[in-house]
């Protein structure tokens, strides 16, 4: 009986052990590692189809940080969300959220490999 007892409190301490740590991970506005491979297949496929495959230009210009240095993170992140008006560079807003632009930006600014 006291056993039984023993592993029904177990068993609500983990499984609330595990909900906790599932809000908290929603709650703050950190990016899950699945959207992080996510993210950068779009980064290579999507970003890559403008900026070129390894990101060095094409029909959008160089954005490997090299050449980003120096510019804020803040600043690319908006670029990413709102596009550049009357360029081909489109805006990612309605395809990501400003937490996962900031990803990308920073992405970019580690040089990929973040
Ligand atoms: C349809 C083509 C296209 C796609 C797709 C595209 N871009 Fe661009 N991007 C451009 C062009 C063109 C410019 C240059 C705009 C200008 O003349 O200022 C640009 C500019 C930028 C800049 C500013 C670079 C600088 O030095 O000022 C950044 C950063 C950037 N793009 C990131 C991205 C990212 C990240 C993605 C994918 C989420 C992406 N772009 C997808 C065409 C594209």
């Known amino acids: 009986m006291l056993r039984a007892v023993a592993i029904v409190l177990l068993f609500v301490l983990c499984t609330g052990g595990l909900s906790w740590a599932g809000e908290k991970a929603a709650g703050d506005r950190s990016i899950s590692a699945s959207r992080a491979i996510q993210l950068e297949r779009l980064v290579r496929q999507d ?37 550049v008006p009357d360029t081909p560079m489109p805006p990612w807003r309605p395809l990501m959220t400003e937490a996962e632009a900031r990803w990308i930006a920073d992405y970019l600014l580690a040089g990929g490999s973040k």
């Open 47 to 83: 970003c890559g189809s403008c900026h070129g495959m390894t990101l060095k230009g094409g029909l959008g210009p160089d954005i490997r940080a090299e050449t980003l240095n120096g510019k804020d993170a803040e600043a690319i992140t908006q670029i990413i969300l709102n596009g």
